[in-house]
């Protein structure tokens, strides 16, 4: 009965997206699809934390038109207040409020005569921290494996809706095509499936991928998971991001390093996912005709006799990096408080690093209340990782991503966080079963 109404509960959120889908065309089955998400998340309760990953990928098309807001917030709005009047086990502490309300308190302060932007920023902020103070307080209940299967399951279908835009009507107006040019004067698109940023494309699949490694490691996968990675960095090739080929590197070297550390490991499980990896990237390469590592050492400056510049390795984000830095510490008040939630009147472009993002919006001591809101609401701190450091391995992902791309505002922030901290309190649990198993063989 169970199962019977999981699946029930799975296919309306479908036929929502579906209807989405169709919304790009007529506005009626945009709202429909809305509706029929609501319901999905009013019904679910708890569980609706799946289906808000599943639809995640889906938010730039969730709007009335392309530089409309997304519906995705109301989504956000509906859970919350399901989870608040409805679900008898809310619970939410002192600290984790009085957390939220400083760093409200300060940003409304802070940002001088508040503006409607900034007010719709901070209130934006506020919704997606209360979300995930719900969702952390209700830890326990949510099952990790399932919460990264939506997730994979939403970018994956959000991709190949990107990867076939040509026969979606109406789709095309919501992207912006991307594109890279050769040192030979050859252009070259980048995918970045319904997004129009290939960078906030690759930080979802970054990730989606770590959290799947994650799983491999801790025998909580299925042979599906394999093929699930496959596909995930087939469309990150196609992204042509750099940032995205370096933390894949740094991702997966670690996960190598932690098995062959093992007490036991299966040397053949290794070399199969070695050459799993170099067939599709032989095979996205061979498909696409992309010429990849010819523009991934342009990218890095191998290929270049006179070489390149940091700023051309970095795709100008080190000039960027030079202005924030500069006009940061421009000014003491801004050294400690930064410069509000709004810099539009500072003509700067946007930073390209979400640490830079923090200190020049919140400055120091803004950015400790922000820490201190972060810590209130996913309590890092009270986690035990006892030595099974492979659960670190989405947030080192998340960390290392963090450099070369705005976070602080994006929706997918406290997404990507609650993924991180339920991974490292799922291998908390499974320590313990472990343990458990041990003594019982013991005794």
Known sequence: ????????????????????????????????????????????????????????????????????????NVLIAVYILRMIFLNKKFKVSIYQLLSLLVFSIFCLVNGGDPNLNSIKILMELVIYFVLAILVMNDEKEINIRKVIMFFVMGIIFASLLGYFNNYIPGLSQYLNESSIKLDNNQVISRFSGIQNNPNFYTMDLTIAISSLLYMLSVKQSKWYDYILIMILLGFGILSLSLSFVITMLIIFSLYLIYKLTKTTWNINAIIKGIIGVSLVIFLVIQISNIPYLDIIMQRLGIDSATGKNLSQITTGRSDIWAQYLSFYFSDLRRIFFGVGLSIEQYNLEQSHNYYLELFVYLGIIGSIIYLNLLNSVFRPFKKTVKGNLICLLPLVAFVVRGFGINLMFRESFVFYLIICMIIIGNSAKANKIENKITETDIY
Request: proline share 4%.
């Open 1 to 72: 009965m169970i199962i019977k109404k999981s699946t029930s509960l799975t296919g309306l959120l479908v036929l929502a997206v579906i209807l989405v889908i169709f919304g790009l065309y007529n506005h009626i089955f945009l709202l429909t699809g809305i509706i029929l998400a609501s319901v999905y998340i009013f019904i679910s309760g708890t569980e609706a934390i799946y289906g808000l990953f599943f639809i995640l990928p889906f938010s730039p098309i969730l709007k009335i038109s392309p530089d409309g807001n997304t519906f995705f």
